[in-house]
Nanobody
């Protein structure tokens, strides 16, 4: 059974940095996509960044140039967040999908089968 556990959230001032980690277990699929999503109060969950089993990455326009997604090993997904803004405040979720995703499916919530419980990021101005 696939399990995803996020860590690294916290509170930071505008312009600061945080690194989120996602520990994955039980994942044995040869091809996959993993992503970070976020959900602010009263808003829909939105895709932030994705990486697939070939190392291809994609980012939401709102975080391009500030966030970096990486996979240090098969079991750990990382999101480096720099120059954080108050609008980045949200619950951040790690997600994984079987197989590689393409086009609009890459940051689409419905494309992902497995989810973590989330970690809170709060950015103050």
């Amino acid at each position: 059974q696939v399990q995803l556990v996020e860590s690294g959230g916290g509170s930071v001032q505008s312009g600061g940095s945080l690194t989120l980690s996602c520990a994955a277990s039980g994942y044995t699929y040869p091809t996959y996509s993993m992503a970070w999503f976020r959900q602010a109060p009263g808003k829909e969950r939105e895709g932030v960044a994705m990486i697939d089993s070939r190392g291809n990455t994609i980012y939401a326009d709102s975080v391009k140039g500030r966030f970096t997604i990486s996979q240090d090993n098969a079991d750990t997904l990382t999101l480096q967040m720099n120059d954080l803004k108050p609008e980045d405040t949200a619950m951040y979720y790690c997600a994984s999908a079987i197989g590689r995703l393409y086009g609009g499916a890459q940051l689409l919530r419905l494309s992902y089968q497995y989810w973590g419980q989330g970690t809170q990021v709060t950015v103050s101005s």
